[in-house]
């Protein structure tokens, strides 16, 4: 019975996420923006690879090669967050992230800070290649990025990255 529960409720959550689109993407620039890109940069002079994609119903993804390492000790997650387009070959993205402390012998790891960035994509004509710029402010693990208030910031960080899109040989 807990199995189907969980079943259920995975499934009800799937298809919450799929339904929840932006309404205001124009199917042509679905199409235009959509897809993954491997992306070479650097995050805070630190050079890192970065998988982007894209996705047709608004979301905006991206996954950290750094992820597994620790930058200054602390390991960070991938970004999720949305997307629109702002111009005829660029768009802009917001994305969360969590960042922690690696996990040790002696400690399963621990959340130090919740991160919000700004996602600038710009991209050549034909959508293949793209540059992007980011940025972004983390706070404590029980500040609310999206509203901290008067809460400290307590790490910033910034980036740029080059790319070329995924395409099926």
Known sequence: ???KRVSLLL?????AIILMGK?????AG???????????????EIPTPVIVQIRKD?????????????????????????WEKTGKNKIKAQTFSISALP???????????????????????NFQEIN???SGKCYAPDVNPVDPGDAPVTAEFS??????RLNIP
């Not at 309404?23 to 199917?27: A, F, G, N, R």
């Not at 905006?60 to 597994?68: D, E, P, W």
């Not at 980036?159 to 070329?164: L, P, T, V």
């Open 1 to 3: 019975m807990k199995a």
């Open 30 to 44: 679905e199409k235009e923006f959509v897809g993954t890109y491997f992306t070479i940069g650097d995050e805070d």
């Open 58 to 82: 608004g979301t905006y993804l991206t996954v950290f090669g750094i992820q597994n390492t620790t930058l200054a000790g602390i390991v960070f997650t991938d970004d999720v967050g949305i």
């Open 11 to 15: 499934i009800f959550f799937s298809m």
């Open 103 to 125: 996990p040790t012998e002696s400690s399963s790891g621990e959340v130090v800070g919740n991160c919000i960035a700004d996602h600038t994509i710009t991209f050549t004509n």
């Open 23 to 27: 309404p205001d993407q124009s199917e």
């Open 132 to 134: 992007l710029t980011v």
């Open 159 to 164: 980036g740029s990255f080059q790319g070329k």
